[in-house]
């Protein structure tokens, strides 16, 4: 079964920064990007794959500031 999770995405500015979460994203193994907007991502994930916690940390990981919204 998929959860729904949305990031609030700090420190992002422009199309580069979208490029840049989107590529971590889709490199998390289970998660299904939905959308990658400035200051957020909204995707599905599998969460015997793969945590929030876990998403978040990618984005952390490439500079900038995730925080989880909803799941």
């Known amino acids: 079964m998929q959860s729904k999770l949305t990031l609030s995405i700090e420190g992002m500015h422009c199309g580069a920064c979208i ?3 989107t590529t971590a994203l889709k490199g998390i193994k289970g998660v299904e990007l939905g ?3 400035v200051g957020s ?3 599905k994930f599998n969460p015997d794959q793969a945590s ?3 998403i978040a940390a990618a984005v952390d990981r490439i500079g ?3 925080q989880i ?3």
């Open 64 to 66: 900038f500031t995730a």
């Open 35 to 37: 959308s990658v907007e």
């Open 19 to 21: 490029r840049r979460v």
């Open 52 to 54: 929030a916690k876990e």
């Open 69 to 71: 919204k909803e799941l």
């Open 41 to 43: 991502a909204a995707l």
